[in-house]
């Protein structure tokens, strides 16, 4: 059974850093690229950020480059999301996908194939 299962969300002050998680399980996890997603109430999905395979290539939104980073954890099929600088505009339910082979971009997230349920990130002081 394929699961993908975030964590680490929560309440933090503008300027503060949180680090989400998402486990897989269930699938060939280093043929995957996962990716970050993220929505807000009233808002389309938005890509956040996209690890690849192999060669772990990493992408992000201009709106998080600089303050957020992805990484990748093949032994404990786990992805991380490091958040720093918070901004009450990161408020949103984030969402990890997986997404089967490399990935050279960042998408809105129609070519994922697996989907977490999503954490709540909340930002305000």
């Known amino acids: 059974q394929v699961q993908l299962v975030e964590s680490g969300g929560g309440l933090v002050q503008p300027g503060n850093s949180l680090r989400l998680s998402c486990a897989a399980s269930?699938?060939?996890?280093?043929?995957?690229?996962i990716g970050w997603f993220r929505q807000a109430p009233g808002k389309e999905r938005e890509g956040v950020s996209c690890?690849?395979?192999?060669?772990?290539?990493?992408y992000y939104a201009d709106s998080v480059k600089g303050r957020f980073t992805i990484s990748r954890d093949n032994a404990k099929r786990t992805v991380y999301l490091q958040m720093n600088s918070l901004k009450p505009d990161d408020q949103a339910v984030y969402y990890c996908?997986?997404?089967?082979?490399?990935?050279?971009?960042?998408?809105?997230?129609?070519?994922?194939?697996?989907w977490g349920q999503g954490t709540q990130v909340t930002v305000s002081s």
């Open positions: 690890i690849s395979t192999s060669d772990g290539g990493t």
């Open positions: 996908a997986a997404k089967y082979g490399p990935s050279w971009y960042l998408s809105s997230g129609h070519d994922y194939d697996y």
């Open positions: 269930g699938f060939s996890f280093t043929y995957y690229a």
